[in-house]
């Protein structure tokens, strides 16, 4: 069973910046995708991720946020930058092995004045 920790979150005003990182163990499959998705009211979307090497981004954060993947390590990390209020929700990170799907338990980020 794969188990994802995450790390960081938090509050931080308007403008400022929060770094949340992730680590999978215990895969004994090839990990292909790994990111950070934002839970809605009727679904977690996709806020970063990387699947076998390549970058995908939500249209609202391009510009001031970047994931970075280990494939190999199994990590993933999405700095932050000039959050907005509308950033504000809990975060999953996310990983993918053929046939299995595996989530963290989320972490809160709250931006507000």
């Known amino acids: 069973q794969v188990q994802l920790d995450e790390r960081g979150g938090g509050l931080v005003q308007p403008g400022g910046s929060l770094r949340l990182s992730c680590a999978a163990s215990g895969s004994t499959r090839p990990i292909y995708h790994m990111g950070w998705y934002v839970q809605t009211r009727n679904d977690r979307e996709l806020v970063a991720s990387v699947t076998d090497g390549t970058s995908n981004y939500r249209d609202s954060v391009k510009g001031r946020f970047t994931v970075s993947v280990d494939l190999l390590k199994h990590t993933v990390d999405l700095q932050m930058n000039n959050l907005k209020p509308e950033d504000t929700g809990v975060y999953y990170c996310?990983?993918?092995?053929?046939?299995?799907?595996?989530w963290g338990q989320g972490t809160q980020v709250t931006v507000s004045s």
């Open positions: 996310n990983a993918r092995s053929p046939g299995y799907d595996f």
